[in-house]
Structures are given as structure tokens and as C-alpha cells.
């Protein structure tokens, strides 16, 4: 079983399996009408709530997915033990790094579909958003660049009121404000007849440990080529 978990061979038919399902859900999600609240809906939340003849190249594709990180775990395990000489240490390390990324990016992606939150308001100026409790959001205008008519610079000045304090916060289509773990996203809005504005409110909780995933991949791969190239030139 190890030999069969840690093997290229597994994880190359795995792979393989999973862009059959991923091509097969590319041809039907867009006939069926229950794919389009599957990304404002937390992904397992989604699948609990689809048919299981609609959903299945999902649930498939979801268990592929933990098979291939089970094969990147027992590769990588397998690779540190075998780990006798200082020897390429470093190279053997880098690939490992790499492994590891893939790792916390499924982490990442599990705690997300499971606990994410995703809702979007329409606030009219002078309007107020209740995120929470103790926090309210209030319009309180638009401000804009023009440049031969055209918008080229937008901005939502809101009034952030945490309990008896009040900040003054901007929110732009790049910029989005962060409260408490929540993503506050600009998404649109309209200046006639009145000011308005769509936005988003956005909780991933597996952002940071895709970040993570992200910046250990980022260096395993410069690390892996420098090292590479290091070697050739020697």
C-alpha cells in the first residue's frame, strides 16, 4: 500500500481521473440551473443541497482531490527518510516544499468550501449597512475622476461605526477594507438617478492557509530552478 501511495504512477492516473471529471463538468454545468448559486454557496453546503445525479463529478472529483494529497504526503514522507547525505539536500528540500504547498492549498480550498460566506447589498446613499452587533457601515458618497467624460477613478467613502467610534474608510473596485475577517468588495454602482452602490461581503476562512501554500510554493520553485541552474553550470 505505501508503495502504491507514494508511486508517480498513482499520482499521474489521478490527475488524470480528475481532468476527465473536471472536463465532464465543463460540458454539463451549463445546462443545469443549479449551478448558478454555486459560487455564493460554500461548496459542501452546495452538494448537500444538489441531487446526487447532478452533483456526482463533484463528489467524485472531491475525493480524487484527497487521494492526490494523501500521495503528496506519503511522497514526501517517503523522500525525507531516504534523506541520509547532506548530498543535494537542499534540491531534495525545494521539491518537498513544493509538495507541502499543494498541501495547505487543499487546506486552504476544504476550509473555505465548508466555511465560507459570501452576500452581496445594494446600500443607496445616506443607507446603512448592519454587518454585526456592534458594527454599522453608512454611505456616505461616491467620489469619482472624469477624464473626456469617462469615469477613471471611483471610490466609496463609507462611515465605519464600531460602538462609539467612527472611522472614515474608502472602498475602490481594487481597494477592499478587511473587518474582523470579513472582505468589504466594491462590486458596482450607479450614479443616476441616485448614488448606489453593490457590495460584497466576503468571509474565506481558508485564505491564510492558501496564502501560506502559496508563498511556500512561490519559493520551493525559485529555489528548485536556481538550484538546477547552479548545477548545470558546475
Request: glycine fraction near 6%.
Amino acid at each position: 500500500m505505501w508503495r502504491v501511495l507514494k508511486s508517480i504512477k498513482t499520482a499521474s492516473l489521478l490527475t488524470g481521473m480528475l481532468l476527465l471529471l473536471m472536463l465532464y463538468g465543463g460540458f454539463s454545468m451549463p445546462s443545469e440551473e443549479a449551478f448558478n448559486s454555486i459560487n455564493n454557496t460554500p461548496l459542501f453546503k452546495w452538494l448537500s443541497e444538489t441531487p446526487l445525479h447532478i452533483s456526482w463529478w463533484l463528489w467524485a472529483s472531491v475525493v480524487v482531490i484527497v487521494l492526490l494529497v494523501v500521495n503528496t504526503i506519503v511522497c514526501t514522507a517517503d523522500a525525507i527518510i531516504k534523506i541520509t547525505t547532506k548530498t543535494g539536500l537542499l534540491l531534495r528540500i525545494s521539491a518537498q516544499i513544493i509538495h507541502i504547498s499543494f498541501c495547505f492549498l487543499m487546506l486552504g480550498h476544504l476550509l473555505s468550501s465548508i466555511g465560507s460566506y459570501h452576500a452581496f447589498f445594494v446600500i443607496p446613499k445616506g443607507g446603512i449597512l448592519k454587518v454585526n452587533e456592534y458594527t454599522n457601515i453608512h454611505f456616505k458618497e461616491l467620489q469619482y475622476k472624469t477624464l473626456s467624460g469617462y469615469i477613471t477613478d471611483i471610490q466609496a467613502i463609507l462611515l465605519l461605526n464600531e460602538g462609539n467610534k467612527v472611522q472614515e474608510k474608502a472602498i475602490a473596485p481594487n481597494r477592499p477594507l478587511f473587518l474582523e475577517g470579513l472582505g468589504l468588495y466594491l462590486k458596482d454602482f450607479t450614479l443616476f438617478p441616485e448614488e448606489k452602490i453593490l457590495i460584497e461581503l466576503s468571509h474565506e476562512p481558508g485564505a491564510p492557509w492558501a496564502l501560506l501554500g502559496a508563498i511556500l510554493f512561490t519559493g520551493g520553485t525559485v529555489s528548485l530552478v536556481l538550484l538546477k541552474l547552479k548545477d548545470r553550470r558546475i
